[in-house]
Nanobody, 114 residues
Framework: QVQLVESGGGLVQAGGSLRLSCSAS????MGWFRQAPGKEREFVAA????????RYADSVKGRITISRDNAKNTVSLQMNSLKPEDAGVYYC???????????WGQGTQVTVAS
């Protein structure tokens, strides 16, 4: 059973920073997604199982960094210079089989006050 647990969401002023974490039961290729009210879920960032390959949505490049600590099976999302449009529920996801994100965490809320 794959278990993903996010933490670290909260309220921050525009321009501020937050760090999200996702604890996984095993080492997988991982991604972060977000969903704002009334919008579809969108890709934010991804990292492969070793941490050697990362990719980002254009909208977050230079402001958000994905990383992992494989000793702890944890993937983190460091978010700086946050904008109101970064607000939403953030989900981590694991790519376990079929080159798709098969398992999802419960989500953590990020609110950015302007």
């Amino acid at each position: 059973q794959v278990q993903l647990v996010e933490s670290g969401g909260g309220l921050v002023q525009a321009g501020g920073s937050l760090r999200l974490s996702c604890s996984a039961s095993r080492r997988y290729d991982m991604g972060w997604f977000r969903q704002a009210p009334g919008k579809e879920r969108e890709f934010v960032a991804a990292i492969n199982w070793s941490g050697g390959i990362t990719r980002y949505a254009d909208s977050v490049k230079g402001r958000i960094t994905i990383s992992r600590d494989n000793a702890k099976n944890t993937v983190s999302l460091q978010m700086n210079s946050l904008k109101p449009e970064d607000a939403g529920v953030y989900y981590c996801a694991a790519e376990v089989y079929s080159d798709d994100y098969n398992y999802w965490g419960q989500g953590t809320q990020v609110t950015v006050a302007s």
